[in-house]
RNA sequence: GCCCAAGUGGCGGAAUGGUAGACGCAGCAGACUCAAAAUCUGCCGCAGGCGACUGUGUGGGGGUUCGAGUCCCCCCUUGGGCACCA
């Protein structure tokens, strides 16, 4: 009666296979229920990670399976990608084969835990029938205007050898490799994603399904400001300047005006004058550096260009400075400065001596502007400002930009910090862009009928950069318009492109005629519930709503966004260990507390995410082959809250493991009662309705606590069952009582379902029920069921607990207090006081004030 | 600097404004055993007391309330995100 995971887990997963249970079709008389989680990168190995995520979306989606839905449970392959391209530099291997193998052996890996995937569905985004419909997308962006072509300083990581797009620069390093990262202009294709700013910002506040921080770091990511732009002339010529600027009630305050050193006016005013050396001189020492190199300099630097600009409204004159903290790619590039009430333009007014005036002044204060020490960034009432004096600044806002839109001088306009999302990759192993360069003809879209433009399989990897520069079959075409000799795109698409549109291909993986199909996609989607790490927040999240909005305007959707709930699970950590000499250290390179290679004493690092790098990861496999599939999924859902951090515990896995050995000891001692033909139970007796009770209180929890997500307290929901079966398992007298204990295990057997389906599995089939557990109708409670008749009281003195008084259930407030005030405890804290107040909480406490 | 979370036993974590610490881990004790492992049962915030019990306790300080881990204000700490964004 051991339990014996090895036993019977592989049996399952090939019944659950063979019998095709999971194999979803679209069903318009059931409701469906689509339950995705992140697709992997087929790196080679599984990580706890990966565990992690996946129990919790199988936890979900068999539970919705039994409750009824029609599930849709679908996994599949994010195969474009980098290290398959490295192990082709390195290894000689072809990335195809590499990531083939790769995708062989993970798929095994997941199915040995067992999860309810429909694999029929499984797709590979490397493959040409996946990334056709990519191509054939792209080049309808490019029709209208979607996608484009510009010659662009790009972020460029040299040692990957290509462009990443600004949310792949961490710390202006290669999110990556990690590689300092440069400015390089490059001829790019970018996808208009700005055009979608505002939709896109705007349905941050129509997901109620997905959590507050997502939401906030795609609102910043987005970020919107209002306010306006405003035309500036240039003293003595007939040039100007137009600034963006979000505080245009401070137009008087304006004293001074930045340009960024990339801004095209900068080398046009300083050309010919005395200033034009050192000026070129500062514009290129800044405008090369990288963003990273520039935004670590906090100090504010700039360099006088000898000319100035008109306020036009003071009519005073604006010296204009090239300043190292002016950002060509936001707004215009220029800045109207206003020191008094901007933090930078302050710092910068006083290292370069310039005049500060406040113009905005706080209730019941009074700002001078020579000796303020600080901006003043906060409301106020309009001063020195003319006509508008006394004005709110809000109001300000609107009129000074209505004075001047009326000469022509200004617009009011809103501007985004989101920029285009550029795609091009120097890479071979990506889905390549469908277009042909001719000469005659130009920029020239690969005809629909040619679709897939497939990768060449004979290139040569041992080269610098995009492999597929020296394929010259694949790059030598002739022009699908005229004929002529003609050269094909060798970039490739950025692989968020591909998990922009996976959840969709899911529908309807096997079509041919179409990226999807409409009527598949209109029943499955949207995502119902989607699961994965919070470390793709921004890009992937951000992007995928992009092109679904797209799909949708193009007519191949109906709906507006594309997952209505998202769950983000937390990370798996590990404490490290480190050694001050050899550095990170695995486990056995330490004994006794001291490093086995040069003897140092190791030091405890913190508890950080698995990495392999960290020497801290545990592998999925090595814990599936000790404990089973079952021990590991409990694990990753019971250490935790999904949100949270788990910190790996070797101690905590054998207490599941421990758990589930009880579950298997206790059905299979008692799996006779399952065997007998009992009736209903009846709630009554003692023994029979402290059974059901138990397992009635559970079923409700269980159910509640999937529903909102709480998978730790559902699994310590049904350990109380199970310990409170333990505990009158021996003591069955009544028939009614053996009654009771037998449909509550099989209710449990239905309960750890979700959760260990392999132990449920074989615990009903022990118990000669028809197969499956996994299909079977989810147990329903009896609310009455879950009540005891019999309460404890509080009673509360001036709010501490002083006594408990056992009552029957719905005692009536008077007899309550009767017997509270008959209590020696609580006579003994009254004793003497004047009884102020009394309040009474039915079925729960007495609160006595006292004085 | 700005924005968002979160701070509860030795640890992971529970608690619709109503008995703080469910469940698990670790620990302690007992049963079974020649013995060990496994298993089963019990105890387990801190301080004082043989004890019934008393005091105290959810990062700190105020407040609302008969009653606050939970609601409000201020502060501290940690984690995450953004950062010369005009």
């Known amino acids: 009666m051991k339990y014996n995971p090895a036993a019977f887990e592989a049996k399952w997963q090939k019944r659950w296979e063979e019998s095709g249970i999971f194999r979803v079709t679209a069903d ?67 990335p195809d084969e590499w ?114 921080k997502v939401l906030v770091m795609q609102r910043n990511w987005i970020g919107k400001s209002v306010g306006a732009e405003v035309v500036f002339r240039v003293a003595s010529s007939d040039e100007e300047i137009t600034v963006f600027t979000t505080r245009p009630d401070t137009l008087y305050g304006a004293t001074f005006m930045l340009l960024a050193p990339e801004h095209p006016m900068a080398k046009t005013l300083i050309a010919g004058t005395e200033y034009e050396k050192g000026g070129l001189d500062f514009i290129n020492e800044t405008a090369g550096q990288d963003k990273a190199d520039r935004t670590d300099d906090k100090k504010k630097k700039g360099y006088f260009t000898g000319r100035c600009a008109v306020n036009p409204v003071t009519g005073e004159d604006m010296p204009i400075y090239i300043a190292n903290y002016v950002l060509m790619d936001y707004g215009t590039g220029a800045v109207m400065a206003v020191p008094a009430h901007d933090e930078r333009d302050f710092d910068f007014a006083r290292v370069y001596g310039l005049p500060v ?76 862009i469908p277009f042909i360069y001719c000469e005659k003809c130009g920029t020239v879209p690969v005809p629909e009928k040619d679709l897939p433009v497939r990768l060449p399989e004979n290139v040569n990897f041992g080269v610098q950069g995009n492999p597929l520069d020296g394929a010259e079959d694949f790059i030598n075409v002739k022009c699908p318009k005229c004929g002529g000799p003609a050269r094909r795109e060798t970039d490739t698409m950025d692989t968020f492109m591909e998990s922009s549109w996976y959840f969709l291909r899911y529908c ?24 994965g790490g919070v470390e793709h927040a921004v890009m992937h999240l951000l992007y995928a709503r992009f092109y679904v909005k797209v799909l949708r305007d193009m007519g191949y959707l109906s709906f507006d966004e594309p997952f209505s709930n998202l769950l983000t699970q937390g990370m798996v950590c590990k404490e490290t260990v480190k050694c001050p000499n050899d550095g990170w250290l ?33 592998d999925p496999d090595a814990l599936n082959d000790r404990y089973g599939a079952d021990t590991i999924r409990l694990f990753s859902l019971f250490a935790a809250p999904p949100e949270n951090e788990i910190e790996w515990s070797q101690n905590g896995v054998e207490g599941c ?17 399952l065997k007998t033909e009992y009736p209903e139970p009846a709630f009554e007796g003692e023994t029979a309705k402290k059974i059901l009770r138990a397992s009635h209180a559970a079923i409700k929890k269980v159910t509640a606590d999937i529903e909102r997500f709480q998978l730790n307290t559902a699994v310590s929901a049904i350990m109380e069952m199970v310990n409170t079966l333990y505990s009158v398992g021996g003591a069955l007298e009544t028939e009614n009582d053996k009654a009771a204990f037998a449909w509550s295990l099989k209710a449990l057997f239905k309960l750890i379902a979700p959760f260990t389906p392999h132990l449920a599995e074989e615990l009903w089939e022990k118990a000669g029920f028809a197969p499956f557990v996994s ?34 259930r719905d005692v009536s407030q008077d007899e309550a207090m009767e017997a509270a005030f008959a209590d020696e405890k609580v ?22 004030v006292v004085k």
Not at 590 to 610: I, L, N, S, T, Y
């Open 99 to 212: 990531t083939y193998a790769n995708i062989d052996k993970m798929k095994g890996q997941l199915k040995k835990l067992g999860f309810s995937y429909d694999w029929s569905r499984e797709i590979a985004t490397c493959s040409p029938e996946y990334y056709k419909w990519e191509q054939m997308i792209f080049i309808k962006l490019w029709e209208k205007g979607l996608a484009y072509k510009k010659k662009s300083l790009v972020n460029w990581c040299p040692d990957c050898e290509t462009v990443l797009a600004n949310e792949q620069v961490e710390d202006g390093r290669c999110w990556r490799c990690s590689s300092q990262v440069k400015m390089k202009e490059l001829e790019q294709w970018f996808l208009k994603i700005t055009d979608y700013a505002d939709e896109l910002l705007d349905f941050t506040y129509r997901l109620p399904g997905w959590p507050e």
């Open 657 to 673: 493991h421990r758990f589930l050995g009880r579950v298997y000891r206790l059905a299979c001692q008692n799996i006779n009662y």
């Open 775 to 808: 299909k079977a109708e989810w147990p329903s409670f009896n609310e009455a069921y879950t009540v005891s008749d019999e309460i404890n009281i509080v009673v509360q003195i001036n709010g501490k607990v002083r006594s408990e008084l056992r009552f029957p």
């Open 508 to 531: 309807s993986p096997r079509n041919d005629e179409n990226i999807f199909d409409k009527k598949e996609a209109d029943y499955w989607m949207p995502v119902d519930q989607y699961i």
């Open 357 to 432: 005036r406040a113009v905005i002044e706080p209730e019941g204060g009074k700002l001078d502007g020579a000796s303020m020490t600080e901006a003043y960034t906060g409301p106020g009432k309009l001063v020195n400002s003319g006509e508008l004096n006394g004005m709110p600044y809000d109001e300000a806002k609107k009129k000074i930009i209505e004075i001047l839109a009326e000469k022509g001088k200004a617009r009011a306009t809103v501007n985004f910090r989101l920029r285009d999302w550029g795609i091009s990759r120097q890479r071979y192993w990506g889905a390549p």
């Open 586 to 618: 695995y486990p056995e390179e330490v004994k006794d507390g001291k490093c086995v290679k040069c003897g140092a004493e190791a030091v405890k690092g913190r508890v950080e995410k698995m990495s392999k790098s960290k020497k801290n990861v545990v």
């Open 827 to 848: 006579k003994n804290h009254i004793n003497g006081k004047t009884v102020v107040k009394k309040i009474f909480v039915p079925n729960k406490l007495i609160s006595i």
């Open 28 to 94: 318009t008389e059931k409701a469906k229920f689509y339950c995705l989680e992140m697709l992997p990168y087929p790196s080679g190995n599984i990580h706890m990670g990966h565990v992690r995520n996946y129990s919790i979306g199988d936890a979900v989606s068999r539970f919705k399976f039994m409750k009824g839905f029609n599930v849709i449970h679908p996994m599949g392959w994010d195969a474009f990608g980098l290290p398959a391209e490295n192990a082709a530099k390195q290894n000689k291997r072809h």
